[in-house]
T-cell receptor, first 116, second 113 residues
Framework: EAGVAQSPRYKIIEKRQSVAFWCNPI?????LYWYQQILGQGPKLLIQ????????DSQLPKDRFSAERLKGVDSTLKIQPAKLEDSAVYLC??????????????FGSGTQLSVL | GDSVTQMEGPVTLSEEAFLTINCTYT??????LFWYVQYPGEGLQLLLK?????DKGSNKGFEATYRKETTSFHLEKGSVQVSDSAVYFC????????????FGAGTRLFVKA
């Protein structure tokens, strides 16, 4: 079974530039998550999709971050313009659903973003 | 709001030592509780879970018991190996109103041969 695919693996940009990350979840997984993991901290949920609808984006900085999930499958996360404090690993995860029997998260390898 | 607090690391142990990593949580209702592990160079993966009070999750010799009365989910292993060196994350997921999974800060474990 193919895992969660993310690209790129690494990205270095200057502040005020824009950047986009891509995620392809495990086939059949209805729920997709984007997490931000700053060095030395645990993952922080940015946005959660159920199929192609947003379930939770309460911690997404909407003035600079945006995300979409096309046709309920792939997803992109964009930052525009980037700030120094956006330097982090951006993790994509998916799960079959949100019920107790489907709640296991499967993570991709992440995109490490450095903003200079 | 909901939160997870786990002991700070790093934790350094010798092989075959006993491991405990403390985790406490704050949440309304009956969340599901998890331990995820991140081995060097790999992505996060589920280690074990428990979904209701007094449940014990177990995997690869690791155990954790859902303690509602103390709002805790401590991770234990009787005899650690060098291959257990990793970062361990405690997490909770609410089962009403949102269903999002919240992670603790992580605890890095080093096991010496």
């Amino acid at each position: 079974e193919a895992g969660v695919a993310q690209s790129p693996r690494y990205k270095i940009i200057e502040k005020r530039q824009s950047v986009a990350f891509w995620c392809n979840p495990i086939s059949g997984h209805a729920t997709l998550y984007w997490y931000q993991q700053i060095l030395g901290q645990g993952p922080k949920l940015l946005i959660q999709f159920q199929n192609n609808g947003v379930v939770d984006d309460s911690q997404l900085p909407k003035d600079r971050f945006s995300a979409e999930r096309l046709k309920g499958v792939d997803s992109t996360l964009k930052i525009q313009p980037a700030k120094l404090e956006d330097s982090a690993v951006y993790l994509c995860a998916s799960s079959l659903g949100v019920g107790r029997e489907n709640e296991k998260l499967f993570f991709g390898s992440g995109t490490q973003l450095s903003v200079l | 709001g909901d939160s997870v607090t786990q002991m700070e690391g790093p934790v350094t142990l010798s092989e075959e030592a006993f491991l405990t990593i403390n985790c406490t949580y704050t949440a309304t209702g009956y969340p599901s509780l998890f331990w995820y592990v991140q081995y060097p160079g790999e992505g996060l993966q589920l280690l074990l879970k428990a979904t209701k009070a007094d449940d014990k999750g177990s995997n690869k010799g690791f155990e954790a018991t859902y303690r509602k009365e103390t709002t805790s989910f401590h991770l234990e292993k009787g005899s650690v190996q060098v291959s257990d060196s990793a970062v361990y994350f405690c997490a909770l997921k609410r089962n009403t109103g949102g269903f999002k999974t919240i992670f603790g800060a992580g605890t890095r474990l080093f096991v010496k041969a």
